[in-house]
C-alpha cells in the first residue's frame, strides 16, 4: 500500500524561477514529514522537515508547507539552482514509530 | 567517519548464492534502518536496530533476509538463496536517537543474474 505518494515522477524549471514539488499521504497517523534529495550513486541526503504541530518550516531557499486537513505536503525550493537538479523524495512517519515510509521520489531539472 | 559507510558499493551475484552486506553507521547513533530500493521507487523499509535489538523486522520480505548488530554498531544485511527479484539498492540508514531524520549511507547496488 503506497502511504506516501508523489504523483509527478519529473519536473522541469528554468533557473532562477520557483520549484514546487509535492506529495500525499493516507495515513493520518503521520506527524512527522520530511525531504530528502538524491544525487546519482549516491544515498539520500536529508533536506528540511516539518512536524504536526507546525504548517510551514523554511530553511534559506528551501520551504516545507504542510496541509494536514489535506493530507498534501509541499517543498519549494526558490530561485532554483542547476545544482539543486535530482531526485526529491518526500518520506512520512510517526513520531512514536521508526518505520518511514517514503515516496517513489520526483525527479528535479533546473535547466540553466 | 564522518557519515553512513556501506561495503561493497556494488555486488553480482549468481542466482541461489548467498551475500552479506554491510554497514557502518555514524558513530554513536542509537538507531540503524535498512531499506530496498527498487528501480524508480522510494526506498522501502526492511529493519530496525535500536543498539544490537532488532524491534522491528517487519519489512523483510521473506526469510532469506537476515541482518543483525551484533555490538550495535556495525550491521550486516545477510541474503540466502539470492533470487533475480532481489535485485535493488539496499540503503542502510542510522539516526542518533530513536525517531527523527536519518542519516543514509551511498548504498549497495546488488545485481542477481
Known amino acids: 500500500d503506497q502511504q506516501v505518494k508523489q504523483n509527478s515522477p519529473s519536473l522541469s524549471v528554468q533557473e532562477g524561477r520557483i520549484s514546487i514539488l509535492n506529495c500525499d499521504y493516507t495515513n493520518s497517523m503521520f506527524d512527522y514529514f520530511l525531504w530528502y534529495k538524491k544525487y546519482p550513486a549516491e544515498g539520500p541526503t536529508f533536506l528540511i522537515s516539518i512536524s504536526s504541530i507546525k504548517d510551514k518550516n523554511e530553511d534559506g531557499r528551501f520551504t516545507v508547507f504542510l496541509n494536514k486537513s489535506a493530507k498534501h505536503l509541499s517543498l519549494h525550493i526558490v530561485p532554483s539552482q542547476p545544482g539543486d537538479s535530482a531526485v526529491y523524495f518526500c518520506a512520512a512517519s510517526a513520531l512514536n514509530n521508526n518505520d518511514m515510509r517514503f515516496g517513489a521520489g520526483t525527479r528535479l531539472t533546473v535547466k540553466p | 567517519g564522518a557519515g553512513v559507510s556501506q561495503s561493497p558499493r556494488y555486488k553480482v551475484a549468481k542466482r541461489g548464492q548467498d551475500v552479506a552486506l554491510r554497514c557502518d553507521p555514524i558513530s554513536g547513533h542509537v538507531s540503524l534502518f535498512w531499506y530496498q530500493q527498487a528501480l524508480g521507487q522510494g526506498p522501502e523499509f526492511l529493519t530496525y536496530f535500536q543498539n544490537e535489538a532488532q524491534l522491528d523486522k517487519s519489512g523483510l520480505p521473506s526469510d532469506r533476509f537476515f541482518a543483525e548488530r551484533p555490538e550495535g554498531s556495525v550491521s550486516t544485511l545477510k541474503i540466502q538463496r539470492t533470487q533475480q527479484e532481489d535485485s535493488a539498492v539496499y540503503l542502510c540508514?542510522?539516526?542518533?536517537?530513536?525517531?527523527?531524520?536519518?542519516?543514509f549511507g551511498p548504498g549497495t547496488r546488488l545485481t542477481v543474474l
Open positions: 540508514a542510522s539516526s542518533l536517537g530513536t525517531a527523527g531524520k536519518q542519516f
